[in-house]
């Protein structure tokens, strides 16, 4: 393996210019595939690893295979012919010095592999060992021609991840190259790593290249050193960041808003209709003595389907206002967007508080009028979806800016809400609003610890009184009829009924990406004639993603106010919809939907005094995450234990990236098997930007790049 080069006297080494690429019509197919898989760099080619090995280090003699196995050998080719029954295939023997025999067949072949394989050569043969009507034989196995005595290789050989048109051996040879090339001097000044480890080029050259002798159970389950080195630079480097990211937060100036005695705060509280729980009594005392410093606020608060969050952010909104300031509320959907909207109007505009309400729906003169009243500071509080940060949208004095459902953002969204406080609405001054984001789908705490470490989390962790639990019952698709039944039922009492269905119609796609084709799975056209069918006299509503903005508008209106009895519905309910008569949601195909999803969707039923049920349908066979899933739903309401069983399911890197960036923030590490060197690294971070601050810079460059933007958003 190439030594280690020493770092310069500030620990950190310039990387090499950047290899000049060559004209796109001269590059070839899988240089172009490279590309796409953003292998583009010397860097991002060695942090490539492989998903397994091969050991191609030893041969194993013809008499000596065992049906199941998988093993390399080395004959001689004594038949090479094409046999046309049962199909056309490609049928060679092979025969070694013993006289023992091996038939290889190949389904589909060239030209070039007969005259590879053709009579006479010695081939050198890797693949698995089946048992043939005619002896042991291997299908469509990797082969190659060899001169006697040839080498055998001296390492286990890598197996890449490779998308289509990127054969392994040039991924290969473009690996060692990058390897050669790519920046990975040292620069963690000594002391940093934990002790044993390898340095970062050691560590990678070995898992690229790793000797025979190496531990085949340690490199597949990633507790070999030099993976333990891969993932403590990862770890460190993402703490870094956020603890930069918060350290220049501190640094910025955000307007002082202190709550009043006497103000907007106090009299919506009386206003109300209900009482807060106490945790909604904590979390906004946290915010409001946030907004009360003069540093932004960067909070994230998180609470269960149904806990109360909208009043939180309404009394925080008040804050704000009662200080001279707008607030800005913006949501993923036109429907949490208007039902926000709904809510604070009701709750606001009766103490004198002018409410604009901004969507990609608003057109026109409404639009105009609205755009005015944000513009002169009339309007205190703007609720929208992605409109509110539009370019022509200008705000008086936004003072604090609300993200629901914060993940659905992106962060140059998130960051545009940001920047529409200008220093001419600051007085001069540069100031930054305050920030509170949302979820309803609650975080681990050491997954809160890690990927928000520059966050403030404020949790509710209590659902308002008066809530009936939800009975979640899980059923065979073979038992449809029942549940039509049981509609029919809920209907006839003068309840209301959501059916979710994962598909709008079977021409959407030749399938939904894990192997079950569409015609198998239910869509909500032809759900929602079957249930027109089977309950004469009643509204049956149909929305869906594609419907224009004003008639999901009206859809979800005729519901709402009660006109209709039974709405079948793709997953754009998923969060906010709030009808408190609707008493049984029916979930189809549940076991394609995730775990926080499924539990998002129940959540639209229990928020009145009734007693409700959810009833998850599943198609056969039912995988084993599959069976996890709905097993989770059936045991528990809690939507912290939904969130911490979703966690073991799917591991944190798919767990936190279906939330934040849509791209998981973690390659390698795992942070529930890796606690003691995430534990290092988070001691090891503020040492480092306050002793080494230009190596910290250098770690981070090296290993986030511009996802360092999603944690600072």
Known sequence: MPPSHAPTANGVVAPPAAPVAAPAAARSAPAKALDRMGLDSPLALALHLPMRYEDETQLTPLGALRTGDTAQVEAVSVDCRVELRPRRQLVVRLQDEAGDELVLRFVNFYPSHQKTLAVGQRLRVRGEVRGGFFGREMVHPTFKAVVPGAALASELTPVYPAGAQLPQVYLRKAVAGALTRAPLDEVLPAGTVPPGLPSLRDALNFLHHPPASASLAALQDHTHPAWQRLKFEELLAQQLSQMQSRRERALLFAPVMQALPEGLRPKLLAALPFGLTAAQARVCDEIAADLAQPRPMHRLLQGDVGSGKTVVAALSAAVAMDAGWQCALMAPTEILAEQHFAKLVSWLEPLGVTVAWLTGSRKGKQRREMLARVASGEARLVVGTHAVIQEDVEFARLGLAIVDEQHRFGVAQRLALRRKLTPEAAGGQALEPHLLMMTATPIPRTLAMTYFADLEVSTIDELPPGRTPIVTKVFADSRRDEV????????????????????????????????????????????????????????????????????????????????????????????????????????????????????????????????????????????????????????????????????DIRGPGEFMGARQSGDALLRFADLAEDAPLLARAREMAPRLLDRHPAAARAQVARWLGNKAEFLKA
């Open 484 to 647: 039509i039944a049981r509609i029919a039922d809920e209907v006839a009492k003068g309840r209301q009924v959501y059916w979710v269905c994962p598909l709008i119609e079977e021409s959407e796609s030749e399938g939904d990406g894990r192997g079950k084709p569409l015609s198998e799975l239910s869509n909500a056209t032809a759900t929602h004639e079957q249930l027109s069918n089977a309950l004469p006299g009643q509204a049956v509503g149909l929305l869906h993603g594609r419907l224009a903005p004003t008639d999901k508008a009206a859809v979800m209106g005729q519901f709402s106010r009660g006109e209709m009895a039974v709405l079948v519905a793709t997953t754009v309910i998923e969060v906010g919809v709030d009808v408190p008569n609707a008493s049984l949601m029916v979930i189809e195909d549940a076991e394609r939907f995730g775990l926080a999803q499924l539990h998002q969707l129940r959540g639209r039923v229990g928020r009145g005094q009734v007693a409700s049920v959810c009833v998850l349908l599943y198609g056969s066979p039912l995988s084993d995450s599959g069976k996890q899933r709905l097993k989770a739903m059936a045991e528990t309401n809690d939507g912290f234990e939904i969130s911490r069983r979703d966690l």
